[in-house]
């Protein structure tokens, strides 16, 4: 039905306000300002924050913020360009060899955020005639990349191995590509996805295997490494995404694979080509970042223990990761 020509675009955002408030689905920012540790201030309170992703404190970690702080001074608080105009700072390359060699992967390439980096990276690999597998509780920007890319999406249960097996069996022969997307740990049940299962169903499937590590790096795995680390040796994925905005407490995303995948998204990534390079100074500690838990990899087992800590305290089901969803 044609709505009446009266109706302005406020009276729209209102209406459809309303109607999510009276859902109970509004959301509001509230103002918080976050301090050293886990404390928060929140309307002249102050408070113990459960829920910030800082993992390791490394925003707040003096080394790191003076590595931001030297690199804003000497190059300045923007990158000024997308990377493949002229904003790849040399601290780029030095940023993706560093995480290249964490994670044992031939390549890496940083995007603006963890966000970008499964909008850009996700319609690289895939189009329409291709099928993508994800799983259900799979992180919205995982979802949101697999739709713009115009594949087939698939979903299924969480970490339920059977239900892939199903859909691979049912849908893979009719697709060209076929890419399966999960979270390495899961960012609000703190799970963990059998990786190395899925490594195997993959490979048995011909299809690519993509991890988003958002959670995983800096806290899970040998040293830190991630969910693909969490095994005796390291699992065959062959595509390591992740953040650099949590437990590496600076900001942007990252691809961690081979160095022809690398460079096929270095060159078709659209959230790569055409948007700003990360400033400097977030490169810079994100470099430093990565300096500490290399040099401190026992600090990476702390936030599971104290996971586990609380969870003991609580009679509740020992932790995977450092994330107890109540
Ligand atoms: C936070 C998160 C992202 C987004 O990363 P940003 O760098 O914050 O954009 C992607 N995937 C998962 C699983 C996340 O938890």
Redesign the pocket.
Known sequence: MAKPPEETLDDYAQAKLDALEAQALRRRLVETDRREGAIAYRDGRRLVSFCC?DYLNLSQNQTVKRAAVEATEKYGTGSGASRLVSGNHPLFRTLETRLAGWKQAEDCVVFG??????MGIIPTLVREGDLILADEL??A??LSGSKLSGARVEIFRHNDMAHLESLLAEHRDAAEHCLILT?GIF?MDGDAAPVETMAEIAARHHAWLMT?D??GIGVVGHEGRGSSFMGKTKAAVPLQMG????AVGA???YLCASRAVCDLVRTRARTLIYSTGLPPGTAAAAIAALDVIRANPDYCRRPVEKARAFTRALNLPDPESPIVPL
Do not use: E, P, R
């Open positions: 992703n955020s963890g966000y970008m980096a499964n799979s992180h920007c995982l979270d960012s988003d958002a959670h953040t650099l905005s949590k900001y942007g995303g």
